[in-house]
């Protein structure tokens, strides 16, 4: 049996902001709901897997199965994957050196835990490192004002943008939620959090007061490297961080992990306004 060959570009895909088309805050939250894709349950995949592992057997009368090996790359390149989605809405205010933890993913290859279940259920999945997408959507915008003129609208100059933490083993601890608002805390010159850096998420736009919209993508694939003319031109045109581009992140996930977003804001005045975030991780069965 030939399988058709799928192309796969392993360069971050250029997702519009809203922003550019849509001035208003009415207009980006309505394209912000817009019609959700379908993505396939655990048990969606299963199925599928066993009939791509029994089809030789029912189209050649024959008790051979199609190998593992081949059932998997037709899983990946076809990007059948099982996923589960965090998502925070409602407006949140984060005020200069008042970071948030916003959300915490469930551990990866996990199941969401409800009152009817005293702990989380372990899922199938493929291998150790089994993580293969994480989607990032972020509904959020400065303070509207203030930073340099040559900086207005733009992702240069901007003290208000979110950052990741990978929580291991996050299955052995105490579910963790979004942290209250704290007092302004101290961040001394050598803090690793005092600015954005190249381990950034996103930043927002530079003095812009309509809810903006960013779509961030980590696959498995990625491979562009940190030092790269590419990774700059899509940390000067994206606001994403340079050091998040070249899959590491997903490829380094464990079964049990969980991702935490923050939200921050540096120096007088700034803050980032926080309308929705959510998260969705895709892993291997």
């Given at each position: 049996?030939?399988?058709?060959?799928?192309?796969?570009?392993?360069?971050?895909?250029?997702?519009?902001?809203?922003?550019?088309?849509?001035?208003?805050?009415?207009?980006?939250?309505?394209?912000?709901?817009?019609?959700?894709?379908?993505?396939?349950?655990?048990?969606?995949?299963?199925?599928?897997?066993?009939?791509?592992?029994?089809?030789?057997?029912?189209?050649?009368?024959?008790?051979?199965?199609?190998?593992?090996?081949?059932?998997?790359?037709?899983?990946?390149?076809?990007?059948?994957?099982?996923?589960?989605?965090?998502?925070?809405?409602?407006?949140?205010?984060?005020?200069?050196?008042?970071?948030?933890?916003?959300?915490?993913?469930?551990?990866?290859?996990?199941?969401?835990?409800?009152?009817?279940?005293?702990?989380?259920?372990?899922?199938?999945?493929?291998?150790?490192?089994?993580?293969?997408?994480?989607?990032?959507?972020?509904?959020?915008?400065?303070?509207?004002?203030?930073?340099?003129?040559?900086?207005?609208?733009?992702?240069?100059?901007?003290?208000?943008?979110?950052?990741?933490?990978?929580?291991?083993?996050?299955?052995?601890?105490?579910?963790?939620?979004?942290?209250?608002?704290?007092?302004?805390?101290?961040?001394?010159?050598?803090?690793?959090?005092?600015?954005?850096?190249?381990?950034?998420?996103?930043?927002?736009?530079?003095?812009?007061?309509?809810?903006?919209?960013?779509?961030i993508v980590w696959d498995h694939l990625d491979n562009i490297r940190a030092d790269s003319s590419e990774a700059e031109e899509i940390e000067h045109s994206q606001g994403r961080g340079r050091a998040t581009l070249d899959g590491s992140?997903?490829?380094?996930?464990?079964?049990?992990?969980?991702?935490?977003?923050?939200?921050?804001?540096?120096?007088?005045?700034?803050?980032?306004?926080?309308?929705?975030?959510?998260?969705?991780?895709?892993?291997?069965?």
């Open positions: 049996m030939m399988l058709p060959l799928i192309r796969r570009f392993r360069r971050p895909p250029q997702l519009p902001n809203d922003e550019s088309s849509s001035p208003s805050g009415e207009n980006t939250q309505a394209a912000f709901e817009e019609e959700t894709p379908y993505y396939p349950g655990f048990w969606d995949v299963l199925k599928v897997r066993y009939l791509l592992h029994h089809i030789w057997q029912w189209t050649r009368d024959s008790d051979e199965l199609l190998p593992v090996e081949i059932v998997d790359m037709i899983m990946d390149a076809a990007e059948y994957w099982a996923s589960t989605e965090n998502v925070l809405e409602g407006q949140t205010v984060i005020r200069k050196d008042q970071d948030q933890m916003l959300l915490t993913t469930v551990p990866l290859c996990y199941g969401v835990q409800t009152p009817d279940t005293a702990s989380l259920k372990l899922l199938p999945h493929r291998t150790v490192h089994p993580c293969r997408r994480v989607i990032f959507s972020l509904l959020s915008h400065d303070q509207g004002w203030g930073g340099g003129i040559r900086n207005r609208g733009q992702y240069e100059g901007s003290y208000s943008w979110f950052d990741t933490e990978i929580i291991h083993a996050a299955h052995q601890r105490p579910q963790i939620g979004p942290s209250e608002e704290q007092g302004p805390a101290h961040f001394g010159p050598d803090h690793p959090h005092l600015l954005p850096n190249a381990s950034k998420l996103q930043s927002n736009r530079t003095a812009v007061s309509a809810p903006q919209r960013h779509t992140q997903v490829r380094g996930l464990e079964v049990g992990d969980a991702i935490a977003v923050w939200g921050r804001a540096r120096f007088g005045g700034w803050t980032n306004h926080v309308q929705r975030v959510s998260v969705r991780v895709f892993w291997a069965i």
